[in-house]
């Protein structure tokens, strides 16, 4: 034990004395956590961009009108930007100085009326993801709107058109016609309409009475993916150090001192064990200043124990089975990347394609990010005992081929 810890020792107060690149990897998932909670939710609530749409309205009549008027009503102008364009719109969709271009064309108050098939045309923004899509379910639900409207008050707008059509005043008796076709239009479906049969309540959860800001909660819920990610890079940083040595051929001068291969393997191993370790404890620490509050202390140091070990485990047997450092390099940094991407580091595991998430499972890194995404929840030891379980058993599992294989190339000399 003494030579092992001899071994701990020697490598912890190197990297003492030259801690950069472990406190570059540990920088990154607290740089790129704050920098997306800034950017989605600097105050009270996520701060979610309006979405940028140009309306080109070739109608002059009714309902061109109020289709503007709709999108210029106080809710939708909390998430649009509407413009009124001519016909230079389509240019600034192509230049991207827009999400989404509408055309209402010529003659929709007329085919609205007569009930006759009109199209309204709306081009997207193709350099844009979501707010082009954002833009397209609302203008669908306006299109339904009218549709549905037509339909329904089928009678009273056929009078309304003829009116329209003779282009004269109407007399106070057509008026009065109009407003009671109009009114036992709308009776026929007050049952169904009023009161509305399914009513939306949205509450925003509060723990203990106490609210956390919106970019606190976007770190925290960023924060454990990317950390579990550069865990594993921090294990591949320190791992590579035994094939440096090999390289270096400072390894043999420690093979003719009073320690065996087995010895070096495993200090090696406890070493990195060690910096994963202060890795986790590092980032725990910036989590509870960030405002995690209520994580079950126990089912915590057990799950980073687990995660610890995983990270251990794969480091030893990626560089076991490589033949070179930086063949063991290359291929751990581009498995990470894999893993960080199965394992919701950068997309949230919900938001990820079916497809993906049925494979997720094979990821380290999604069993850590499940495990601390469940303990932010409140789970408890049983609610994290299958990531416990799971990173346990392959990182031992890891641990044990990776170690031998070690030992096997270092005997070789290879």
Not at 98 to 113: E, F, K
């Amino acid at each position: 034990m003494a030579r092992l810890w001899a071994m701990i020792r020697k490598d912890l107060v190197r990297r003492w004395r030259s801690p950069l690149a472990i406190l570059v990897l540990l920088s990154f998932p607290v740089l790129l956590s704050l920098l997306i909670a800034l950017s989605f939710g600097g105050g009270d609530s996520p701060q979610i961009p309006r979405v940028k749409l140009l309306v080109e309205n070739r109608d002059d009549g009714l309902v061109g009108h109020l289709v503007m008027a709709a999108f210029g009503a106080e809710q939708m102008a909390e998430h649009f930007e509407i413009e009124e364009v001519g016909e230079g719109g389509r240019a600034r969709i192509d230049k991207g100085k827009a999400s989404a271009l509408l055309v209402i064309p010529q003659g929709l108050t007329r085919a609205v009326l007569q009930g006759e098939p009109v199209t309204l045309e709306l081009i997207r923004n193709p350099a844009q993801g979501i707010m082009p899509e954002i833009a397209e379910q609302a203008v669908t639900v306006l299109v339904d709107l009218l549709d549905g409207g037509g339909r329904l008050l089928r009678g009273p707008l056929d009078q309304l058109s003829g009116l329209i059509d003779e282009d004269r005043e109407a007399t106070d008796v057509e008026v009065a016609q109009l407003a009671v076709a109009t009114r036992a239009a709308l009776d026929r479906v007050s049952d169904l309409l009023i009161p509305p049969a399914i009513e939306l309540e949205t509450n925003t959860a509060e723990d203990e009475g106490e609210s956390n800001s919106g970019g606190g909660s976007i770190f925290l819920f960023v924060l454990p993916g990317i950390s579990v990610m550069a865990l594993f890079l921090i294990g591949e940083q320190s791992m590579r150090d035994l094939r440096a040595e090999q390289d270096l051929g400072t390894l043999r001068r420690q093979m003719a001192g009073p320690f065996g291969v087995g010895t070096i393997v495993a200090g090696k191993a406890l070493f990195t064990a060690c910096v994963a370790a202060i890795g986790v404890a590092i980032l725990a620490a910036i989590g509870v200043l960030a405002g995690a509050r209520g994580v079950s202390v126990g089912a915590f140091l057990i799950l980073s124990m687990a995660l610890v070990t995983a990270v251990t485990g794969f480091t030893c047997a990626v560089f076991g089975l490589a033949g070179s450092q930086r063949q063991g390099t290359t291929v751990s940094s581009v498995l990470v990347l894999v893993m960080a991407g199965l394992g919701g580091s950068f997309v949230p595991l919900e938001n990820l394609p079916e497809a993906i998430r049925r494979v997720s499972p094979i990821s380290l890194i999604y069993w850590g990010n499940r495990g601390y995404g469940d303990l932010l929840q409140g789970a408890d030891f049983l609610g994290v005992a299958a990531p416990v379980g799971v990173l346990t058993v392959v990182g031992l599992m890891l641990l044990v081929v990776g170690s031998r294989l070690l030992e096997r190339r270092i005997m070789a000399g290879k």
